[in-house]
């Protein structure tokens, strides 16, 4: 049953977001009309504002179909144009299918540099623990990675696959596996440093205050973890260090922590790949504000570049493929403005129907990319080198105990 378990939580998860999504959605046209709206001496709504269905429209009013199943005309004089009810508010497939081409093509050229950034982190990160890779390749791998990405759960299942390939071939495996895992671990880091670090501009807007706050809780929580990890005085001083000698010298939790902190030897390069790590995300999330501009978000950059790092944390966890069910709700919550006690929407800078599509964009353009990964994994031989390349012996290198007083 327990094997069984995580498969039926990651269901229930990825049912209970969709199912959220699906219900939130305007799936056709409609008009959303204030509280106590009275149209020709009858009272159409309540204490609360109300979207209506187009049943039918002409070219000076609108057919509204009500709760009773009846129907009501309105004018079209009578919608505002300032984002206040009365107004109109686009279906599904209106909002998709007048989206402004050139943002669409803008955020698909931003992503593009993206992945070399990627490539060239994760080199350093193996170039340091003795396991120099020719680029090329090591694009090769990044792309499998990133076509397995579409396909397994969360936005990071394609690193099990990259573990897989990278080690093929490797005199050092576990050191070549640990890569991935510490190229993952300072991509999430650099994201959470983002967030912070936007969202420390944007502390008093009310739309990301507590999603900063979030942030700040996550980076002071990952920092400490990695000084607790990192640092051998804390590491004797918790017994740590005593609990991974309790296990075989050649056992595998001890060769994943003697290949983790070897990295520790290399603070240069952790902050060379922190800062390849930063464009990333600053680009992705330039991506994902384009395709919203481009159907009519508009939810300044700042606030963006504040609230999606969380967003885009939420679908790295490996629930669903891709991150479906759990990236909308949250940037559900997080975009799309609430009524206030009046029942009003105040603030229009995004539709339900916007923020969907815009994830969805977001992930549309990694699947595009992730097809390279498709050709490569078609050509084969992919592995981190030749078996007749063996990596140097460098300093430092990779499965050798690492100091205690570092």
């Known amino acids: 049953m327990k094997r069984y378990l995580g498969i039926i939580i990651r269901i229930v998860v990825a049912a209970v977001g969709l199912g959220y999504v699906a219900h939130t959605l305007t799936w056709q046209d409609s008009v959303e009309l204030p509280p106590d709206y009275v149209l020709n001496g009858r009272a159409i709504t309540a204490d609360a504002a109300q979207t209506f269905r187009i049943d039918a429209q002409t070219d000076n009013r609108y057919t509204l179909e009500l709760v009773d199943g009846s129907t009501v005309d309105l004018p079209h004089d009578a919608l505002r144009d300032d984002g206040h009810p009365p107004k109109f508010v686009p279906g599904l497939i209106n909002t998709v299918s007048d989206a402004d081409l050139w943002w669409l093509l803008a955020a698909i050229a931003v992503i593009a540099p993206v992945y070399l950034f990627q490539a060239s982190r994760w080199g350093l990160l193996m170039h340091c623990r003795g396991l120099p890779t020719p680029p090329w390749r090591t694009f090769r791998l990044l792309m499998v990675g990133c076509f397995f990405n579409s396909f397994m759960p969360g936005t990071t299942g394609g690193d099990v696959m990259k573990a897989i390939y990278v080690a093929r071939g490797a005199q050092q495996k576990t050191a070549a596996i640990i890569s991935v895992i510490v190229d993952r671990i300072i991509g999430l880091v650099a994201l959470l440093l983002l967030g912070v670090v936007a969202g420390s501009f944007m502390f008093s807007d009310e739309r990301a205050h507590d999603t900063i706050l979030f942030m700040w809780a996550l980076a002071a929580v990952a920092l400490l973890g990695a000084v607790v ?57 330039f991506a994902t504000a384009f395709s919203g501009w481009s159907i ?111």
């Open 229 to 285: 990890y990192l640092s051998g005085r804390i590491r004797r001083a918790l017994g740590i260090d005593w609990l991974i000698r309790r296990f075989p010298d050649n056992s595998i939790i001890r060769k994943i922590d003697q290949a983790t902190v070897a990295y520790r030897r290399h603070p240069v390069v952790l902050l060379m790949a922190l800062a390849l790590a930063v464009p990333v995300h600053v680009l992705t999330i």
């Open 296 to 406: 009519g978000v508009t939810t300044e950059l700042a606030v963006l570049m504040a609230v999606l790092p969380l967003v885009i944390l939420a679908g790295s966890i490996p629930i669903t493929f891709m991150g479906f069910g759990v990236m909308e709700p949250l940037a559900i919550a997080l975009l799309v403005a609430k009524p206030d006690a009046a029942g009003l929407v105040v603030a229009t800078d995004a539709t339900t129907n916007q923020v969907v599509t815009m994830v969805v964009l977001f992930r549309v353009y990694l699947v595009l990319y992730s097809m390279i990964g498709a050709i490569f994994l078609m050509r084969g031989h992919l592995h981190l080198q030749e078996i007749d390349d063996p990596a140097p012996d460098l300093p430092g290198d990779a499965d050798q105990p690492v100091a205690d007083g570092a």
